[in-house]
């Protein structure tokens, strides 16, 4: 998903969202999350919400700006597909290896995942893109929140009756048990997931929404101001719209709905809209840079920070007579032992965050990449 000529915005983007992504995964206690780091009980949306969707908007823009020249050429579009297909499938296998790692236990692996679902529309969305014009994306991306919101509010639930949106009995969840199975869904649930399967057709309009966006902003013929006028308007009207479709189809993470889709990708589109004419228009870019080093190699510290975590908790050490993982000892000592017990838990997410620039600033500084 790197770009054939970097935007500067979008790297920044990209980074201040993966970024968020590592803090929000990385309480010091789950049972002590800090306020505004959880995510909405059910219906409704918290800036911790907002992060996911993000990210696929700015896969949608990215996918613009690697592959708008090379798909000029049609002999070029197998080819293409045959590496989007081997991207997607990478991503979405690091995402079965964290779900495996340490134990391996194939029996009650969780099939999707964040990563996996990074992979699912990465690969739809670069399909479309290679084959279609942003008008056709613009009507996939309309059809698939219309189809979507017709699948949930009036198709009956089988084993349940009448469509609902609630945890359990939702078309949503009937689906993911009947292709996943109660053993291979989200262990926190066991009878749903909120990477599952259905919910992953609504992603994919996130990423086609960011497509558009990415059209926009790649386009030549539109001065920069008028770029960013365009970004901030679809971003306001896909907001609004996204609000009043909001009070059918209530804004819903972990269903995906497409009202969440609206509402997310306008908040994107806006935030995009504000990176680009501070950083690339306007050329204050000095301080975005910590941003960029996370940017520029996403996934890599995604991932990464997900092993690390997990080799934290293996790794046991003895403290006063009893054997605890080498994570509860650091967050012990440095953390709970002075500060109350929510901010505690704020800060050792955000020192694990920026744990990792000791890796990635050498990295960016270097221009090292690793592309995945």
Known sequence: MTPSKRLLSLDAFRGLTVAAMILVNNPGSWARIYPPL???????CTPTDLVFP??????????????????????????????????????????????????????TVRIMGVLQRIG??????????????????????????????ILMTLVPVPGFGAPNLEKETNLAAWVDRLVLTENHTWKSAKT???????????????GLFGMLIGSILKGKEKPAAEKTTWLFSFGIIAWILGMFWGLFFPINKSLWTSSYVLYCGGLASMMLALFYWIID????????????????NAITVFFLS???????????VNANGEEVSSRTWLYDTFFTSWLPSDIASLAWALAFVL???LLLWPMYKKNLIIKV
């Open 355 to 357: 744990f990792f620039l």
């Open 54 to 107: 993000f990210f696929l908007f700015i896969v949608g823009v990215a996918i613009v700006y690697a592959l708008e020249t090379k798909k000029i050429d049609i002999s070029n579009h197998n080819q293409l597909l045959i590496k989007a297909a081997k991207r997607g499938a990478i991503l979405f296998g690091l995402g079965l290896f964290l779900a495996l790692f340490p134990k391996f236990n194939f029996e």
């Open 192 to 206: 749903w997931d909120p990477e599952g399967v259905l919910s992953t057709l609504p992603a994919v309009a996130t």
């Open 306 to 316: 997900a092993i690390i975590s997990k080799v934290m908790g293996m790794i046991k």
């Open 38 to 44: 959880k995510h909405a009980e059910w219906h409704g």
């Open 120 to 149: 699912i529309v990465y690969f739809i969305c670069a399909a479309i893109f290679i084959k279609t014009t942003p008008r056709t994306q613009f009507i996939c991306m309309t059809g698939i929140l219309i189809l979507y919101w």
């Open 281 to 296: 228009v306007q050329g204050h870019n000095r301080w975005c840079r910590i941003f960029v080093a996370y940017g520029v």
